[in-house]
């Protein structure tokens, strides 16, 4: 099992403002945006682990799956006494807690709700990750830094 992982989000990452397919009235994947993260996990050798709110929806989940297929999903945390969501960048760190044999990751993704410190790269939703993102990602995960 490969020591490196890439937490996806899906919104802004798979799919931008402009992605005209559709799940279940829902927007859907991009092609050229799913296969520019498939090619990044080629070059890497990383595995992927869902970190998108489209983990929580079978029907959705589905679609992505067939797709890029995740090795995992991030939990789904909520403060119970408050009964809100933590946020995605804790959900991240507890996933890695549970996983030791990570030795490195990187984090894309459209929403900037991560913990300081974390290999978060950051996408523009009106038009998913451009290939300079996916370069720094690729560079970073094979890196010996």
Known sequence: MSDLVIF???D???NNTKTTER???FLGLDPALVQRCLDLLTRTGARVVLSSTWRL???ILA???AAIPPSDVTPEVRERRIGQYVSRGTEIAMWLAQHPEVT???IIDDDHDMLAGQA???TNPKRGPPMAVVERVARYLLSDD
């Open 12 to 14: 802004g990452v798979l």
């Open 57 to 59: 929806y079978p029907h």
């Open 63 to 65: 679609a992505v799956t």
């Open 8 to 10: 996806l989000d899906c």
């Open 23 to 25: 799940i279940e009235g």
């Open 120 to 122: 978060a790269f950051f």
């Open 104 to 106: 490195r990751y990187a």
